[in-house]
């Protein structure tokens, strides 16, 4: 599959709904989707496209007075690509009071190479892989990322929450892996997603402990999770990555295909009148 083969799909089968089958609530405005999870305090906006023949202004504007007016909602994210045909979107998004996070590259390629490739060194002496499969690994493993990714305990302890009670609602759904260190300590982390109607799985919340990187930790979670996704029969690979897992990934067999760049609304710092 060339980049151009793989940017089609991923465009038509894992952007607008394919983003939040779970959603309690789904509201359109115009081309935007935005979803509603209250007992999250959340809200997340995706799209299949937007062009130069939208009215831009108009919907930023629309999507925040509709999620300003469910005061369940704390904060809300409209997630932007980097391919899209529309100039200055992160720059009319800050100007109504958007946080603009740090940029992602989206990586796609084939799960049996990376699956290969990924697999072939293995762990060092005393490290050991396992899938997570009851509350208290899931938690163990959501702890590990919370920690490497500087989220406080309540965010890390409410990120955990979701993740339980969709391993509980919707077993199938994802797998969450961890590699345990010498002492047994958990020191690595990642999930994989499986997405409904699609060859697609998702490599999401990668994360590694400061003092035990530069051991193939990483790669060998990778593997494990491009193993099972094969095994469901996924076979191409996605995911959202920082600078620190791109360089892994690309070795991997994955090549970047845009990026994408969080949009975050946040009602404590919407004005007042908002």
């Known amino acids: 599959m060339t980049r151009a083969d793989l940017l089609a799909r991923y465009d038509r089968e894992l952007r607008a709904e394919a983003e939040?089958?779970?959603?309690?609530?789904?509201?359109?405005?115009?081309?935007?989707?935005?979803?509603?999870?209250?007992?999250?305090?959340?809200?997340?906006?995706?799209?299949?496209?937007?062009?130069?023949?939208?009215?831009?202004?108009?919907?930023?504007?629309?999507?925040?007075?509709?999620y300003a007016a469910d005061e369940r909602v704390q904060r809300f994210e409209w997630k932007t690509r980097g391919h899209d045909a529309v100039p200055h979107l992160l720059d009319r998004l800050a100007a109504h009071g958007f946080v603009i996070e740090e940029v992602e590259t989206v990586m796609a390629g084939p799960a049996e190479q990376v699956a290969e490739v990924a697999g072939r060194d293995g762990l060092p002496e005393g490290y050991r892989i396992e899938q997570a499969t009851t509350e208290a690994t899931v938690r163990e493993a959501e702890?590990?990322?919370?920690?490497?990714?500087?989220?406080?305990a309540d965010q890390s302890a409410g990120l955990a929450d979701e993740l339980v009670a969709r391993m509980q609602a919707e077993p199938d759904s994802?797998?969450?892996?961890?590699?345990?260190?010498?002492?047994?300590?958990?020191?690595?982390?990642?999930?994989?997603?499986?997405?409904?109607?699609?060859?697609?799985?998702?490599?999401w919340g990668g994360a590694c402990h400061v003092d035990h990187r530069g051991k193939g930790l990483y790669r060998a979670l990778t593997a494990a999770r491009a193993r099972s996704a094969l095994?469901?029969?996924?076979?191409?690979?996605?995911?959202?990555?920082t600078e620190h897992s791109r360089p892994i990934l690309e070795r991997a067999g994955l090549v970047p295909i845009t990026t994408s760049t969080p949009a975050i609304w946040h009602r404590s710092a919407a004005p007042a009148h908002a």
Do not use: N
């Open 20 to 66: 939040f089958r779970d959603a309690d609530e789904v509201t359109r405005i115009g081309p935007l989707w935005c979803a509603t999870f209250p007992a999250r305090g959340r809200g997340f906006i995706s799209y299949a496209a937007l062009g130069p023949e939208d009215d831009v202004e108009a919907l930023i504007a629309g999507a925040v007075a509709h």
């Open 143 to 152: 702890a590990l990322a919370g920690l490497v990714f500087g989220d406080t």
């Open 174 to 203: 994802f797998e969450m892996w961890l590699v345990r260190g010498p002492s047994g300590e958990v020191v690595c982390s990642g999930r994989v997603d499986f997405v409904d109607g699609t060859e697609f799985a998702g490599l």
């Open 231 to 241: 095994a469901r029969g996924k076979r191409v690979l996605q995911s959202d990555c």
